[in-house]
């Protein structure tokens, strides 16, 4: 009986040992929350901290991405110098050396012509004649106002010298003889009135004949017989125009100003004409710089009596200047010029800021034959220009540069590459 009762405190034991580990277990389980906490946030942190970074880093590459892509492509070249330019040409305006109008002085219906378009006359040939039977109605009836004006002012006369020696002996009166000789100045007066309005009436009558004012080709008839006429500038009868010496103006720009000279032989050519050249010689110029074009108007005078090659006003000239060299010359396509609002300019390319951007010069061409033109200011031989500028290219704008082989070889900017391609 005694041996169970030994075994029973073994039994009690055993739980007094789990009661005293229970203390220790808890703030093991608590460290072990608190770091997964930890170990959850920091890698709750990273993967933001990454996933911000990864935005930024697409943000950067599609900020640059679509930075390049806006640049416009072009192809940058070097100008080509050539030769000092000895001689620019300029187009001219070929005009008669004296051109007229002619219109009626007088009103009245048109009974003959004598020339017509083509026709060459001489200063004082009758053109054409105008009937004016109201003109001569009023001539006569001018001439007999005239008449009766003057035999007024000679009874008048008669009657002032009467009274003037009656006065002497105390016949008359001063009174009435003040008053005789007061009339006959006043009808004097009146037969000098006459007198013109008779005068005026003629030289309106003698418009009647209408006659050449010098000697040309009649390049114009525009009445016809039976037609009536007004007097002024409603309508133009003939057009007279003298060829025998044609002028011949042009621009010639502001840079070439100084090497025109008056006396200076000119060579002209015409397209009517391919290979041969009329001389002429510069008489005169405006003496002062148009400020809007910049250009001095001259003046070119050429013989045209050579009737094998006959030259016609309003034809275009092509006017040949040989001048001195000004600045060198470089020689660039035509489809690398800007016509802009500032004037004539050219797109280069520079590299500003470790970027390649346009820059923009004003430039002065000089010959043009079409497909290239001459700059003979505004460039130096270290530029690089712009073939084909877009017309939204401003100064400053960022560039995406190429030569002529790769523009040729690959795709433009922004165009899909090959399928494979890296």
Aim: glycine share 6%; net charge negative.
């Amino acid at each position: 009986m005694n041996h169970p009762s030994n075994s029973t405190p073994p039994e009690r034991t055993a739980p007094s040992h789990g009661h005293s580990s229970a203390p220790d277990a808890q703030p093991m389980r608590a460290r072990s929350v608190v770091i997964g906490l930890l170990i959850f946030l920091l890698v709750f942190i990273a993967l933001g901290t990454f996933g911000i970074l990864r935005r930024m880093r697409s943000r950067d590459v599609l900020a640059e991405t679509t930075n390049t892509l806006a640049a416009p492509t072009v192809i940058a070249l070097e100008p080509k110098q050539a030769a000092p330019v000895d001689e620019f040409v300029l187009p001219g305006n070929v005009t008669a050396f004296t051109d007229s109008p002619i219109y009626a002085r007088t009103s009245g219906y048109l009974t003959h012509w004598y020339f017509d378009i083509g026709g060459t006359v001489k200063k004082g040939d009758l053109l054409a004649e105008i009937s004016t039977p109201e003109l001569d109605q009023q001539l006569l009836q001018a001439q007999a106002d005239l008449k009766t004006a003057e035999a007024t002012a000679n009874n008048a006369r008669v009657q002032a010298e009467r009274y003037t020696g009656l006065v002497k002996s105390e016949a008359v009166s001063q009174q009435d003889t003040d008053t005789f000789v007061n009339q006959a100045n006043a009808t004097s007066a009146a037969v000098k009135s006459a007198q013109a309005n008779v005068q005026r009436l003629k030289e309106l009558q003698s418009f009647e004949k209408i006659y050449a004012p010098f000697d040309g080709v009649v390049t114009a008839r525009n009445v016809d017989i039976g037609q009536l006429i007004d007097t002024g500038t409603n309508r133009e009868l003939f057009h007279l125009q003298a060829l025998n010496v044609l002028r011949v103006y042009t621009n010639v720009p502001q840079v070439y100003s100084n090497a025109v000279k008056r006396g200076d032989k000119i060579d002209m050519t015409f397209a009517e004409y391919p290979g041969r050249r009329f001389q002429g010689n510069l008489v005169r110029t405006a003496e002062a710089i148009d400020p809007v074009s910049r250009t001095l108007l001259v003046e070119i005078d050429v013989n045209n009596n050579d009737r094998k090659f006959p030259l016609l006003p309003g034809a275009l000239a092509q006017v040949h200047f040989r001048t001195p060299p000004v600045a060198p010359t470089f020689v660039v396509p035509v489809s690398a010029l800007i016509f802009r609002r500032e004037g004539l300019q050219i797109g280069t390319v520079i590299d500003r800021n470790s970027q390649t951007v346009a820059h923009i010069v004003p430039v002065t061409i000089g010959q043009d034959d079409g497909a290239t033109v001459q700059v003979i200011s505004g460039l130096n031989a270290a530029d690089r220009i712009i073939q084909d500028p877009p017309d939204s290219l401003i100064e400053g704008e960022r560039v995406t540069v190429v030569n002529h082989e790769q523009q040729k070889g690959q795709p433009q900017s922004g165009a899909p590459s090959e399928p494979g391609g890296k």
